[in-house]
């Protein structure tokens, strides 16, 4: 019998630059991704709650600025986001993350990197990239909802590193304990938030128990 995704009973599993989210909501909705049951529309919504929870924790640190505001009472002082931000979806199943984190990060610019994963292989084939070559943002978010064996994020890093961005996070909703450990090896730098890290990947590199392929739940193509 497979053996259950990690239990981790600190409310958020922080080790070296990966933090588990293990917020009773992120678990909640990540049953129901999880669930083979859930209908495409359910699994988008969950993908979209999760993302937006584990980019609170993954935001948590940036800069901000003060500033002056009217109210509709008096002029008072606030404080808002003070650096360039892009996020990074890596096409298909990252798009899914978009607009979550477009709400949170509403003037964040997004950058799209088309990868899929060989299937005789498992090695990330990039067949998309349109970032730009120099004036690199402050902070790069690369999102997708699956880091199995972590190739195709690696290979999303690397491209964020070329283009010059000193900040580089993670956000995915599912990892694999390989996926990040290989991700840790190669980018020490990088900073991952998932909502769950699962112990193994199977003979074709799918993440066990998982939630099997997000791309194909997500847009409703199981069956082509
Ligand atoms: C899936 C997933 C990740 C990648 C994870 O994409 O969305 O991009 O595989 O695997 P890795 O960590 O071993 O690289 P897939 O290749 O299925 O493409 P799709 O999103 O277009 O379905």
């Known amino acids: 019998m497979a053996r259950p995704p990690s239990d981790h009973s600190e409310s958020n599993r922080t080790m070296n630059n990966q933090a588990v989210l293990n917020h009773p909501l992120v678990q909640h909705h990540l049953s129901v991704l999880r669930d083979k049951n859930t209908p495409p529309q359910l699994f988008r919504t969950q993908i979209h709650l999760i993302s937006m929870l584990i980019a609170a924790e993954a935001t948590k640190d940036l800069k901000l600025q003060d500033c002056r505001i009217q109210t509709p009472i008096e002029e008072t002082s606030g404080r808002k986001l003070?650096?360039?931000?892009?996020?990074?979806?890596?096409?298909r199943a990252?798009?899914?993350?978009?607009?979550?984190?477009?709400?949170?990060?509403?003037?964040?610019?997004?950058?799209?990197?088309?990868?899929?994963?060989?299937?005789?292989?498992?090695?990330?084939?990039?067949?998309?990239c349109k970032l730009p070559k120099d004036s690199p943002a402050d902070v790069g978010i690369v999102l997708d909802p699956m880091l199995a064996t972590g190739g195709s994020i690696r290979v999303a890093i690397a491209a964020l590193k070329r283009w010059g961005v000193?900040?580089?996070?993670?956000?995915?909703?599912?990892?694999?304990?390989?996926?990040?450990?290989?991700?840790?090896?190669?980018?020490?730098?990088?900073?991952?938030?998932?909502?769950?890290?699962?112990p193994v990947l199977n003979a074709n590199k799918f993440i066990v128990p998982g939630l099997g392929d997000a791309g194909d739940r997500m847009f409703n193509t199981r069956h082509a």
């Open 82 to 91: 003070s650096q360039r931000i892009s996020i990074v979806p890596i096409l």
């Open 166 to 198: 000193p900040d580089i996070r993670v956000i995915s909703v599912i990892a694999s304990e390989d996926g990040i450990a290989a991700l840790n090896a190669e980018h020490p730098d990088v900073s991952v938030y998932v909502g769950a890290v699962d």
């Open 94 to 128: 990252g798009l899914g993350l978009v607009d979550p984190i477009l709400q949170l990060l509403p003037e964040a610019e997004v950058w799209h990197l088309g990868m899929y994963r060989d299937e005789a292989t498992a090695l990330p084939v990039e067949y998309y």
